[in-house]
């Protein structure tokens, strides 16, 4: 009895080195890569594509997922095969950082270029008021306004 249980135990230690193995990288998702990935036909995502060859990526990518491919080396392969345009995203690095920093460098010289014209368009402005006018009459109309008040008196 003793030894059948350590036939047991040994079998399963036997085969659970192997299995434990065969999936060091942490699993990752067909549903994450379907929105990194671009459908090389319609160039939309995966997740939004129902082209035939946006179907055959994704069985490629959930095969590579039941061999405990990660995510990184699956976008590898993918991007080996189908070239950079595969990418939902370009990288971040090299030349292709323009492609981050370029739409966040325009946004904020055009608000600069913005707050400068208001701030131009408002000074010149002030600068264009005429002075105000002293309020008064002309000698003639204060005289008949006298003569008028004291007449009412």
């Not at 997922?65 to 595969?86: F, K, M, P, R, T």
């Amino acid at each position: 009895m003793i030894v059948r249980v350590l036939a047991v135990a040994a079998a399963a230690l036997a085969l659970a080195g192997p299995a434990a193995a065969a999936c060091t990288h942490p699993k990752t998702s067909l549903g994450y890569l379907e929105g990194q990935v671009m459908c090389p036909t319609c160039h939309t995502t995966l997740d939004q594509s129902d082209s035939a060859a946006a179907r055959q990526i994704e069985a490629y990518i959930a095969k590579r997922i039941a061999q405990c491919a990660s995510a990184q080396q699956i976008e590898n392969e993918l991007v080996a095969n189908y070239g950079q345009g595969i990418l939902a995203a370009p990288p971040r690095k090299g030349f292709d950082l323009l492609a981050w920093w370029l739409p966040i460098g325009g946004v904020l010289l055009g608000a600069v270029l913005l707050a400068l014209g208001v701030w131009r368009w408002s000074r010149r402005r002030d600068d264009e008021l005429p002075p105000p006018e002293a309020p008064g009459l002309d000698e003639e109309t204060e005289r008949q306004l006298d003569e008028l008040l004291a007449r009412l008196d």
